[in-house]
């Protein structure tokens, strides 16, 4: 079946813009997670949703970053007046339910580039 | 000091050769231990999964935590050029959040 899909897979904006991120977790999957790749580095946890309700928000770095799940589904990433230094490559998971044993599936990331 | 320390590498080593992989951790509460494979620009996929101190071991894949020392491992024998990629470990205390290690990039030379 269908992994995690993420789209734009690139995106390129300038420094003060306004974008979002895009994430199609698989069908069925109640639990999905936003992490963020620097480059060399390991993904950092952003937040977690369970449902349509973030569960855990404590990795968004400022109130520049949110993301909803309204229907329980799709989740955006949005990212106000953006800065260099939020180019990354965004990554998003989803999990069949948030017992801690299960599997996070990660699609294969928005990579952003703010000039 | 990152609550996951994992040396970055590279790492390079000839086909067929045994490869050790490890992090260290902070964080007694974390209590699950992953690692994780991440091919260039895909996803991480999950590799190994354990709960307990101990070994586990998954064909050419084999696990270890030392929950005392807080040392996790990652083991690959007959290592294959296919096995090149960035290798990352991940743990957590009980919550849905990973703590991700740097990832050590590999590669496995025919």
């Known amino acids: 079946g269908a992994g995690v899909s993420q789209t734009p897979s690139n995106k390129v904006t300038e420094k003060g813009k306004y974008v979002e991120l895009r994430c199609d977790p698989i069908?069925?999957?109640?639990?999905l997670y936003w992490y963020r790749q620097s480059l060399g580095q390991g993904p950092e946890f952003l937040i977690y949703?369970?449902?349509?309700?973030?569960?855990?928000d404590s990795g968004l770095p400022n109130d520049r970053f949110f993301a909803v799940r309204p229907e329980g589904s799709v989740s955006t990433l949005k990212i106000q007046r953006t800065e260099r230094g939020d180019s990354a490559v965004y990554l998003c998971?989803?999990?069949?339910?948030?017992?801690?044993?299960?599997?996070?599936?990660f699609g294969p990331g928005t990579r952003l580039t703010v000039l | 000091q990152k609550e996951v320390e994992q040396d970055p590498g590279p790492l390079s080593v000839p086909e067929g050769a045994i490869v050790s992989l490890n992090c260290t951790y902070s964080?007694?509460?974390?209590?699950?231990f992953m690692w994780y494979r991440q091919y260039s620009r895909k996803g991480p996929e999950l590799l190994m999964y354990t709960y307990s101190s101990g070994n586990k071991e998954d064909g050419r894949f084999t696990a270890q935590v030392d929950k005392s020392s807080k040392y996790i491992s990652l083991f690959i024998r007959d290592s294959q050029p296919s096995d090149s990629a960035t290798y990352l470990c991940?743990?957590?205390?009980?919550?849905?959040?990973?703590?991700f290690g740097q990832g050590t990039r590999l590669t496995i030379n025919p």
């Open positions: 998971a989803s999990s069949l339910n948030p017992a801690l044993t299960d599997t996070q599936y």
């Open positions: 991940a743990m957590s205390q009980g919550a849905q959040k990973l703590v």
């Open positions: 949703f369970q449902g349509t309700g973030a569960a855990d």
């Open positions: 964080n007694s509460a974390f209590q699950y």
């Open positions: 069908s069925g999957h109640t639990a």
